[in-house]
């Protein structure tokens, strides 16, 4: 594909409600990582997955957040009871699986909490 | 442990004028660094790497292990390199997951 596509581009949620972010990496790339950023922030590591892997889930804030990649290709991040604290700019990438290799950006998926 | 310092939020000058945005890092061993772009409404995207050592849209970056530091600089700025530029280092442990700083604006004026 042209490049990481990530649905919804712009969801809002009223608190406690459950939202899930898809990702879409680029064809044939084995990492996928998920960041979240915060207005005035820059992204901040939320998980990674090698193929269907999980292989590190350090920075998921809270058991509120889970991500999966049941085929090794389509990602979705999802968040459960939304809270306030939780709206920020959530961001894909995707890479070969060599270390050095570029990361791909996706344009994020921008969540609201209201 | 490991950690990304950009300390301006914001960096404003006029077009022709240099520009250098600051980022200073902590990381035990031999760092590799980034400088990562985004323009108005676009994705975030890679600018350049220190292990290549290129110099893209005329920007350059030299690391520096003594000050533990990695400029982005630009002799001449352009109204379009106005964005916001964020400096990433890779934690260790064999694949690609980076650490950002915060982020400098630059805006570059007429």
């Known amino acids: 594909g042209a490049g990481v596509s990530q649905s919804p581009r712009y969801k809002v949620a009223k608190r406690g409600q459950d939202v899930a972010l898809r990702c879409d990496p680029i064809?044939?790339?084995?990492?996928l990582f998920w960041y979240q950023q915060a207005l005035g922030q820059g992204p901040e590591f939320l998980t990674y997955?090698?193929?269907?892997?999980?292989?590190?889930k350090s920075g998921l804030p809270s058991d509120r957040f889970f991500a999966e990649r049941p085929e090794g290709s389509v990602s979705t991040l999802k968040i459960q009871r939304t809270q306030q604290e939780d709206s920020a700019v959530y961001l894909c990438?995707?890479?070969?699986?060599?270390?050095?290799?570029?990361?791909?950006f996706g344009e994020g998926s921008w969540l609201t909490v209201v | 442990a490991q950690r990304v310092t950009q300390p301006e939020k914001l960096l404003s000058v006029f077009k022709g004028a240099p520009v250098e945005l600051k980022c200073n890092y902590s990381?035990?061993?031999?760092?590799?660094l980034f400088w990562y772009v985004q323009y108005s409404r676009q994705r975030l995207q890679l600018l350049l790497r220190?292990?290549s050592r290129e110099s893209i849209k005329g920007f350059t970056a030299d690391l520096n292990k003594g000050e533990t530091s990695f400029h982005l600089k630009k002799p001449f700025a352009q109204e379009e390199d106005s964005a916001m530029y964020y400096c990433a280092l890779p934690f260790s442990g064999g694949y690609n997951k980076l650490i950002f700083g915060a982020g400098t604006r630059l805006a570059v004026h007429p």
């Open positions: 997955f090698q193929n269907e892997a999980q292989l590190d």
């Open positions: 220190h292990i």
């Open positions: 064809s044939g790339h084995v990492s």
């Open positions: 990381y035990s061993g031999s760092p590799e």
């Open positions: 990438a995707s890479s070969m699986k060599v270390p050095g290799n570029t990361i791909y």
